[in-house]
């Protein structure tokens, strides 16, 4: 509830297998996922997730703090690691932090796009004038 009152769109699973449904039939930006999970360890979860999302922000808040823990989260793409009690303040400014670091390679990512398409369309059009001009210069 405070996520959306703090303007966030927000929805809930219950469990690993419901998020893995949940993340294949919709689109989700961030995920806040718990080390524990009635089915499955966060870190399974993560993997899954990476599958259906790629890009999705993925934040992991535990009451388990363990190296191996945070070692694996790593290994598997996790994007922050956060320990509880959270403190909300800190957990906004992450998502915040998160949500513009993801919005901004997307631009990146649409403007080195827009690019290739620009240059590949004057390549395009330097052909079709180069085979105007043999042929012009053939019938000539």
């Known amino acids: 509830m405070a996520l959306q009152q703090a303007g966030y769109h927000v929805d809930t699973a219950e469990n690993g297998k419901q998020a893995i449904e949940k993340a294949a039939a919709n689109f989700y930006n961030l995920a806040l996922i718990d080390i524990r999970l009635p089915d499955m360890e966060g870190t399974e979860l993560l993997t ?3 599958e259906t999302t790629p890009k999705m922000v993925k934040i992991i808040i535990t009451g388990y703090p363990a190296l191996q823990n ?3 989260a790593i290994n598997k793409g996790v994007d922050a690691y956060l ?3 959270v403190d909300f303040d800190e957990l906004l400014r992450l998502i915040k932090e998160q949500l513009d670091k993801q919005r901004r390679e997307i631009e990146y990512s649409q403007q080195r796009l827009a690019k290739f398409v620009e240059t590949r369309v004057n390549e395009l ?4 004038l180069d085979v105007a001009t ?3 210069k053939s019938a000539d």
């Open 134 to 136: 043999t042929k012009r």
């Open 83 to 85: 320990i509880k009690p």
């Open 125 to 128: 059009q330097t052909e079709e």
């Open 48 to 50: 899954a997730l990476k």
């Open 70 to 72: 945070a070692v694996s």
